[in-house]
């Protein structure tokens, strides 16, 4: 019988979907691998209080799937995998529920190395390392990812604004920034302090208040407008599901690139943007410097920061060629950036599977 998450239009012929259920430690959640042909899955874990086991599985496909693409894009040596669990990250059982899922991380062996996503912070990292050495972000390397996120995103504005308008400059330029968070926050920083006119909007009014205090010339809106300004950049940096195909014709802006994943409701989505000239920057490329930091710790020769913010200033040609073939193919950019993150994948996957023919011939008649 086939199982039934493979029934849903989030599943995309993943190689590994494993439940994740101990009464004993109250852990929930689920852990999924999409693709490991360039090398072990990696992916973030998120801890959210989601409300069924559905969304949870939904989640956990479109993150990993995500990530496949994300480790392709950057020139990375690595597949695409998630970790979701379902609990509130302040659930006073919090830790035993963690040890848990460590527990449950070093049963794949190094198949999935994981760190840092929403509700999960570095301090819980430190705290999952006592119990697995497949967690990676740790305070004497990566560290938090979230600094990295943003400065990737930030050279994708940076790109996207000389494509559209001729000048990378950000100065004069109005963005919206759509969750002020670790990630969203620092775009925030790194936008302010080059002169850009921001506008921002938290479900939290502590962070946006934090912000103002640091960034006096900042302006604050609810989150049922920030969508809706008249700016250059929106940038979503909350959760995903962020821009549905009725919000199209609200949206102001010139451009969209933000650090959340997953911020398309559906493909259709895309090209709705594209169609109204509205250049749509693939979450994978703007966050891409996460993941970038993290995996350095599993480099050949080591973490090195330098490496790190060599290989994130990388994604900038890598955004104008999709930027440029976008535009002499009139497709947008998602489906440009997917043509090329495939290539990288599957011409990899061939070669792979032409050696491995050819040593089980040699094995063969040795």
């Known amino acids: ?36 042909t360039l090398g072990p899955a990696l992916g973030g874990t998120r801890i959210f209080p989601y409300e069924s086991k559905l969304q949870a599985l939904k989640d956990v496909l479109r993150l990993s799937h995500a990530m496949t693409y994300k480790s392709a894009i950057a020139g990375l ?21 963690l040890r848990a899922y460590a527990e449950k991380i070093s049963e794949l062996k190094g198949r999935f190395h994981t760190g ?38 930030f050279f994708c504005i940076k790109v996207a604004l000389k494509n559209k308008f001729g000048s990378e400059k950000i100065k004069g330029r109005t963005f919206a920034i759509k ?11 790194l936008i ?27 302006t604050v809106v609810p989150t049922s407008e920030i969508q809706k300004q008249v700016c250059d950049v929106y940038a979503p940096c909350a959760m995903g599901d962020d821009i549905k195909l009725s919000d199209v014709k609200n949206i ?7 650090t959340a994943n997953n911020q398309l409701t559906t493909p259709e989505v895309a090209e709705s943007l594209f ?3 509205i250049i749509h920057i693939p979450d994978y490329i703007a966050n891409a410097g996460g993941l970038i930091d993290v995996s350095a710790e599993l480099w050949k020769g080591g973490f ?31 489906v440009e950036a997917s043509i090329i993150a495939e290539k990288n994948f599957t011409q990899h996957g061939h070669k792979l599977n032409i050696a491995l023919k050819t040593i089980k011939a040699i094995f063969q008649y040795a």
């Open 77 to 97: 040596k690595f597949g695409g995998g998630k970790g979701v669990i379902i609990a509130d990250p302040k659930d006073k059982n919090i830790k035993k529920i």
């Open 1 to 36: 019988m086939t199982p039934k998450y493979k029934l849903l239009p989030e599943f995309k012929n993943h190689e590994q979907v494993i439940e994740l259920n101990d009464p004993s430690s109250g852990l929930k959640g689920f852990i999924a691998i999409h693709n490991t």
């Open 275 to 277: 169609k109204n000239g």
């Open 192 to 218: 302010y302090k080059e002169g850009g006119n921001v506008i921002v909007s938290d479900i939290d009014q502590a962070k946006t208040k934090k912000l103002t205090l640091d960034m006096p010339k900042i």
């Open 116 to 153: 840092e996503d929403v509700g999960l912070s570095e301090d819980d990292v430190q705290y999952l390392l006592k119990f697995s050495p497949y967690f990676i972000g740790k305070s004497n390397q990566a560290g938090d990812p979230s600094p990295y996120a943003a400065l990737s995103a």
């Open 252 to 258: 102001k802006a010139a451009i969209i690139c933000g």
């Open 304 to 334: 090195s920061k330098r490496r790190v913010l060599k290989t994130i200033k990388n994604l900038r040609p890598v955004l104008t060629k999709i930027l440029s073939e976008s535009k002499k193919t009139s497709k947008n950019p998602d």
């Open 179 to 189: 969750g002020v968070g670790k990630t969203g926050g620092e775009l925030a920083r």
